[in-house]
C-alpha cells in the first residue's frame, strides 16, 4: 500500500469530524518526505537547504507560549492536575468554542495531512498519536518526533488513543471567555484531545504529546516521565540521565559517539528500564559546527526540518551563526540519523548515573560536583538554570529561573509526585548523581564570564562515564555545601571550583554566591511544607 493513500476509515473519520466533503479538500495520511517536501515548497519562504534539509519557518512564534497553554478543567482529571501558572484553567465552554474555530479554519484548506504515529518505544505503554495539521511542514516534523509504524502498523493502526488539532496559521478569538492573547495551546484529556491556535511552532505539538505522557504514565502505570535524555555505555550497557531545560545540552551531550543514543529529550523510568517517548530529536542549531556537534550537523540532510534559519541566497548554505530571526534555531530528525542511535529507543537496565545540567548565567556553580541524595531531591525539585535567548517567547538574553524538575512548563501533576517517584527509583537502583554546569565560569554572563568549554563538558562526562570521577578527592563549596573535585583528567583544575577562578575577586565572588543561594531558598518556600529536614537541609545555607 502506497503510504501516501488514505485508509477508508481514517479519511473518514476526519471528513465527519470535520465535515468535509469528499472533492474539495486533500488528505495527505503519513506522506512520504518527498510528497511533502513538494507541498512545503508552495507555502512562503520554505525552501531546501544545500544539505538537502526542509528550511521552514514558523511565523511570528519562534517559540513556545508557556503562558498560552492551558487544561481543560473536566471531572476525569481536575483533582489530579497541578493548577496554577503552568496549568491555567480552561472551561469546558471555551473549549468547544476553539475547536470548533480550529475546525472551521482546517476546513478552508486544500490540503490537510494525517500523521499516524506512537509516542512511547516500550510496547507495555506506548500511545496511538494521530496529527491533524495544514502545513506539510508540520507534518513532517511529527513524522519525525513521533514513532512511525510499519507499513502493517499503518493498516491496522484504528481509532488514535490521543489527537492533535493543529490550526496554528489561524487566531484565537480573544473575546472568547479565558483567552488573553490570539495564541491557546488547550489539552482536554477526557477527550484526549489538542487544540492549537495562534501559533505555528512546531514544538508546540511535541511538547503537548509530553505534558500528556507527564499525565498518563504515573496515573495510568506508575511510571515516571522525565524531561531527559539518555545514553548508553557500548560494552558496560550503564545507562546516564541528563535532566535539563532547553539549551542546557541535553541534545548535545547524550549525542556521543562512544555510547549509544536512547534519546535527546523525552524519557519514562519504569520497572524494566528507560525507553524514550520520541522517535526523533529537536536539536538547538545556533553555533552548530562540524567540529563541535558532528553527530547533529550530520543528521541534517534529507528528510530533516530546519526551523528559522538564515540561509544563503545562491548557495542554499546554512549560516548556524546568525540568530537575527531568532536564537532557537532547530532542527527535527529521525533519530535513526544518528549513527549511535540505539533502536528501539529502550534499554532494559536502570540508570546508573543521574546528571542535573544547569546552565548557570551567574557563574557560580562548578562545572561539576557530586550530589548526596538529598541534594539531588533539592535541585531536581528546585530546576534551576538560565532560560536561554530564544527558547521561549520574549526571551532575548539568558535569565535566571526555577523549573521544577526540570521541566516545569510540561507538568501535568504536583512536581512532589515525580521527584518521589525519583528519589525512590535512584534509592532502590543505587544511581550516582551530579550536577553539571554548561553555563557561565570565571564571571557571570553579565559580567563577561565564558561558557564552560564542550571540550571539558566531555571530559567531566568521560571520568563519570569510566568510574574515576566517583573515585576523585573532592572539596566543599561553601553556601551551597557542594562536593567539588579537586582534578578531573583532561579539565584544567582551576576550572573546577570558581572561587578560585573568578576574576573580579573572591569578595565579588562570595557576593554573587550569596544571591544565587538566595534565590534558591527564596524559591524552595513553595515546597518546603512537603519536603523532608533532609531535604531542606541541602540545600544553601545563608
Partial sequence: MSPSKVPVSAEQTIRQELALSEDVVTIRRNAPAALLYEDALRERKTAVAASGALIAYSGSKTGRSPRDKRIVDEPTST?????????????????LVNRERAADYLRTRDHLYIVDAYAG????????????????????????????????????????????????????????????????????????????????????????????????????????????????????????????LSGTGKTTLSADPHRQLIGDDEHCWSDHGVFNIEGGCYAKCI????????????????????????????????????????????CAYPID???????????NEHPQNIVLLTCDASGVLPPVSKLTPEQVMYHF????????????????????????????????????KYATM???????????????????TGASYVS?????PLKYTRAILDAIHDGSLAQAEYETLPTFNLQVPREVANVPSSLLNPANNWSEGKAQYTKAVRGLA?????????????????????????
Fill in 79 to 95: 483533582d489530579h492536575i497541578w493548577w496554577g501558572p503552568v496549568n491555567k484553567k480552561c472551561s469546558q465552554k471555551t473549549w
Fill in 121 to 244: 518505544w516500550d510496547p507495555r505503554y506506548c500511545i496511538k498519536i494521530r496529527v491533524v495539521c495544514a502545513r506539510a511542514y508540520h507534518a513532517l516534523f511529527m513524522t519525525n518526533m513521533l514513532i512511525r509504524p510499519t507499513e502493517e502498523e499503518l493498516r491496522n493502526f484504528g481509532e488514535p488513543e490521543f489527537t492533535i488539532w493543529n490550526a496554528g496559521q489561524f487566531p484565537a478569538n480573544t473575546h472568547t471567555e479565558g483567552m488573553t492573547s490570539k495564541t491557546t495551546v488547550e489539552i482536554n484529556f477526557q477527550q484526549m484531545e489538542m487544540v492549537i491556535l495562534g501559533t505555528e511552532y512546531a514544538g508546540e505539538m511535541k511538547k503537548g504529546i509530553f505534558t500528556v505522557m507527564f499525565y498518563l504514565m504515573p496515573i495510568n502505570h506508575n511510571v515516571l516521565t522525565l524531561h531527559s535524555s539518555a545514553n548508553q555505555g557500548i560494552h558496560r550497557n550503564d545507562v546516564t540521565l541528563f535532566f535539563g
Fill in 287 to 330: 553555533g552548530l559546527s562540524a567540529e563541535k556537534e558532528p553527530e547533529i550537523y550530520n543528521a541534517i540532510k534529507f528528510g530533516s526540518v530546519l526551523e528559522n534559519v538564515v540561509f544563503d541566497p545562491l548557495t542554499r548554505e546554512i549560516d548556524y551563526d546568525d540568530g537575527s530571526i531568532t536564537e532557537n534555531t532547530r
Fill in 337 to 347: 540519523y544518528i549513527p549511535s542511535a540505539k533502536i528501539p529507543c529502550l534499554a
Fill in 381 to 416: 525539585i528546585s530546576g534551576y538554570t538560565s532560560k536561554v535567548a530564544g527558547t521561549e517567547e520574549g526571551v532575548t538574553e539568558p535569565e535566571a529561573t526555577f523549573s521544577s524538575c526540570f521541566g516545569q512548563p510540561f507538568l501535568a501533576l504536583h512536581p512532589m
Fill in 422 to 440: 525519583l528519589a525512590t527509583k535512584m534509592a532502590h537502583h543505587n544511581a550516582n548523581a551530579w550536577l553539571l554546569n554548561t553555563g557561565w
Fill in 448 to 452: 563577561g564570564g565564558k561558557r564552560c
Fill in 518 to 542: 538566595e534565590k534558591f531558598v527564596e524559591n524552595f518556600k513553595t515546597y518546603q511544607d512537603k519536603a523532608t529536614t533532609e531535604v531542606l537541609a541541602a540545600g544553601p545555607v545563608l
